[in-house]
């Protein structure tokens, strides 16, 4: 049998429940429900069958003007059919017998730059590697270095900048670090 306790803590649990349930729409009045507004899209145009018929434009020709005819073509939705009348024959344009004298003058190169850019040559080594090596090492340290290839010598090179001072003490940094004396040299661009 149950007892009056278990009876009345159901009986209790049940009246809070609906309370619960019941009592917050009670209290709430009228409830406002909003509906979406949905347009819908036709599937499928509507196509006309009838033909159109319209009238090409010739082109506008300024200085000669050619007989032509107006071209009318028509378009259906299966066929097209384009009707052309007839025709004048066209007159071949003669070419103008007045003749443009082509004057080609030679621009003189100026290089407004060429002074004002400056290089230090490092080393000129007849290996290669050794070379592309030094140059990765002087990179990792921070330095502008290149290499060029000239007379089967591999020049290390550093720059170029504006700055001819600050070139002249990367050489003394460069002389300790390398052990070679470097040369300070005119930037000259290969496409000025």
């Not at 003189?108 to 060429?114: G, L, M, V």
């Amino acid at each position: 049998m149950v007892s009056k306790f278990q009876s009345r803590l159901v009986g209790t649990i049940i009246l809070v429940a609906v309370g619960i349930i019941v009592l917050p729409d009670l209290f709430d009045g009228k409830k406002l429900h909003y509906k979406e507004e949905v347009a819908s899209i036709p599937l499928k145009p509507l196509i006309d069958d009838s033909p159109e018929v319209f009238e090409v434009l010739e082109p506008m020709v300024d200085e000669v003007s050619l007989p032509q005819a107006p071209v009318e073509a028509t378009v259906g939705v299966d066929e097209v059919e384009v009707e052309l009348a007839e025709q004048a024959p066209l007159q071949p344009i003669e070419p103008e017998e007045d003749l443009v004298e082509l004057v080609v003058n030679e621009v003189p190169e100026r290089n407004q730059y060429q002074d004002s850019a400056w290089i230090i040559q490092l080393v000129a080594l007849k290996n290669r590697d050794n070379a592309i090596n030094l140059v990765k090492d002087l990179q990792n340290r921070g330095y502008q270095a290149h290499t060029k290839e000239e007379n089967g010598f591999t020049r290390v090179i550093i720059g170029p900048d504006v700055s001819k001072s600050k070139l002249e003490k990367q050489v003394l940094e460069l002389e300790k670090i390398t052990g070679s004396k470097g040369q300070l040299l005119k930037f000259k661009p290969l496409n000025p």
